[in-house]
C-alpha cells in the first residue's frame, strides 16, 4: 500500500511539471502574439507599441531566437561564396591596364557553374558588396556571354 502511494506521488509531480512547462509556453506565446503586428487576437487588448522603421530592431527577429541564428547562418554561408566567386575571378580572369582582374561571364559561368549553379546570385551579392562590377541588372547565360565583370578588389 505504502508502495502505491509513492507511485501516485510521482505521477502527480510528473502532471504538475508538464502543466507548469504548458503554462510557461502559453504565456510566452501570448507575450510574443503581443508583439505580433500580424495577430488579430482582440483577447490581447493590451498591445506594446510596434517597432517602425529607424527602430534597431525593426524588421529584425527577437535576439537568441532561432530565427536570427539561421539568418546569421546564411549570412555566413553566402559571405563565403562570395570569397569563393572572388577567387575564382582572380584565378581564371585576366589583370588589365588599370590593374583589375576581369573575366567574361560566359568564362566565369563555364568555370563556376561546377562548384554552384547559384553563380548569378552570388555575383549580384558581390557587385552589392563592391567587390565586383558588370554592366547591366541580370546576366543570362547565353545572352550575356560577353559582358565584362571586373573584381574591384
Not at 572572388?86 to 568555370?111: A, N, P, W, Y
Not at 562590377?133 to 546576366?139: A, S, Y
Request: charged share 30%; with cysteine; hydrophobic share 30%.
Amino acid at each position: 500500500m505504502e508502495e502505491d502511494k509513492g507511485q501516485g506521488a510521482k505521477a502527480t509531480s510528473g502532471v504538475g511539471d508538464l502543466r507548469k512547462s504548458w503554462q510557461t509556453w502559453a504565456e510566452d506565446h501570448i507575450e510574443y502574439q503581443r508583439k505580433n503586428p500580424f495577430s488579430s487576437d482582440d483577447r490581447l487588448a493590451a498591445k506594446a507599441a510596434h517597432t517602425h522603421r529607424g527602430d534597431p530592431s525593426y524588421g529584425r527577429p527577437p535576439e537568441g531566437s532561432r530565427t536570427e541564428q539561421r539568418g546569421k547562418d546564411a549570412h555566413s554561408h553566402v559571405g563565403k561564396e562570395v570569397e569563393e566567386l572572388c577567387s575564382i575571378i582572380r584565378k581564371t580572369g585576366e589583370v588589365g591596364e588599370d590593374g583589375h582582374v576581369s573575366v567574361t561571364f560566359g568564362q566565369l559561368f563555364e568555370t563556376y557553374v561546377t562548384i554552384s549553379n547559384k553563380v548569378v546570385g552570388i555575383l549580384l551579392r558581390a557587385r552589392k558588396h563592391g567587390l565586383v562590377h558588370f554592366e547591366g541588372e541580370m546576366l543570362w547565360q547565353g545572352k550575356d556571354d560577353d559582358v565584362v565583370i571586373t573584381l574591384l578588389r
